[in-house]
DNA sequence: TTATTTATGTGTCAATCGTTACAGATATAA
DNA sequence: TTATATCTGTAACGATTGACACATAAATAA
């Protein structure tokens, strides 16, 4: 009971990266149908057969934003071995994946909710989970390092988690503002030199 | 040749700083005439004639912003003695500013017009230079930092002040998810362990 | 073939967008 | 008073917004 009926006559998924693109750039709520169905090619009852409408497009295009471009970031940094390497993959994904000439600069899960507003609220709810999710997962790869012995048992590890996933906010403010990939490693330097202090805290103290 | 005509019905600075909160609210584009017009309790033919339409309100709201909000954080971190405790001021009166609950949450210089549109362009490059005034403000107080000796010469001054701007604009973003005063404090307090490996890099080279 | 199902393209809906014409109201200047 | 200048409120402008009705096209199932 699959294929009755006439067959699509665009391909879903290219279709799908190229709405993400648009919402990747220009946000939700500045995104119109018009630039939506120019850039996928299709008109607008296409896409609503298609995706169910502007809204439900930005959640699928927010997925394959997720799996696609968040995994550049994620999988890297999951995959080092200790939790200062995680952090500094983190930070360098996130410069390398934020300034790359065939796509916008910055996130788009930062980027396309920002404000409240009655067409967006939905949607802008759902980045602010991502967004949280994002320092859950950074604060759980923190614990394994105490456990591991790599981070004092002291440190707050909530902080450190909020603290790097903020810098990675601003880094996409600088990207949208120009910053090329190297001026956005400097800053990614500049707070990975923070974790020495932070992650041992009695070694500070002590020196006082 | 002045108050001839019939005199103005409200009180314009009230109005401005009406829409100033509107604009800080839901960003340029986001907020509609009707919005402004509800907030400042005019209509649109008087809001034309006092400020000359919604982009140059925007403008003289930026201004007011600069003037009142601004004050809070910059006024008070170029009082301080060392380098040092103008960069702490900056971010802990950010923490503060920016989880009033009076006004709306973070920095209506970062939030207001990320995205390129044919609508903001203007007020959106406005922004951009605004922004990195920030960076050319603070980089120029961190020099006077080492003229005093409280930061070596080998300091990146480039990197360091601008680290420390991404930190604030990643803290507007927090601010937006519901962070609390104190819970951008502690991001501050993170920001800030990064002082002496940064302003004093041969000591680190030293330790090694 | 015929019936059924799904996709496409044209055209359009009411609502809202920023902006402004116009007439009436209210002040000063002569 | 009369003339002039400016502000206010109503009402509407053309353009654009997201969404969808409808008829037609193109596939499979019987």
Redesign the interface.
């Known amino acids: 009971m699959a294929d009755r009926g006439r067959p699509r006559s665009f391909d879903k998924d290219a279709a799908l990266a190229r709405a993400m693109d648009v919402f990747w750039?220009?946000?939700y709520?500045?995104t119109s149908m018009a630039d939506l169905t120019a850039a996928m090619g299709i008109a607008s009852p296409s896409l609503y057969a298609a995706f169910g409408g502007k809204e439900e497009l930005f959640r699928q295009a927010l997925d394959y934003y997720a799996k696609h471009e968040g995994e550049l970031i994620w999988g890297a940094a999951l995959r080092a071995e200790t939790a200062y390497e995680t952090v500094e993959t983190f930070l360098m994904q996130t410069a390398r994946a934020f300034t790359r000439r065939s796509r916008p600069s910055?996130c788009l899960v930062?980027?396309s909710a920002?404000?409240?507003?009655e067409h967006s609220e939905t949607v802008r709810k759902e980045l602010?989970e991502h967004?949280?999710q994002s320092v859950k997962d950074l604060r759980e790869r923190l614990r394994q390092g105490v456990a591991r012995g790599e981070i004092s048992p002291a440190a707050?590890l909530d902080?450190?988690a909020?603290?790097y996933?903020?810098?990675?906010?601003?880094?996409?403010?600088?990207a949208?503002?120009?910053?090329t990939r190297q001026?956005l490693e400097?800053?990614a330097?500049?707070?990975l030199?923070?974790w020495?202090?932070?992650t041992a805290p009695e070694e500070i103290a002590a020196a006082r």
Chains 1, 2 share one sequence.
């Open positions: 750039l220009k946000g709520e500045g910055g930062v980027l920002l404000h409240p507003g602010v967004r949280a707050d902080a450190i909020k603290y996933v903020t810098v990675q906010q601003g880094m996409s403010i600088q949208r503002d120009g910053a001026q400097l800053i330097r500049a707070a030199a923070a020495r202090p932070l």
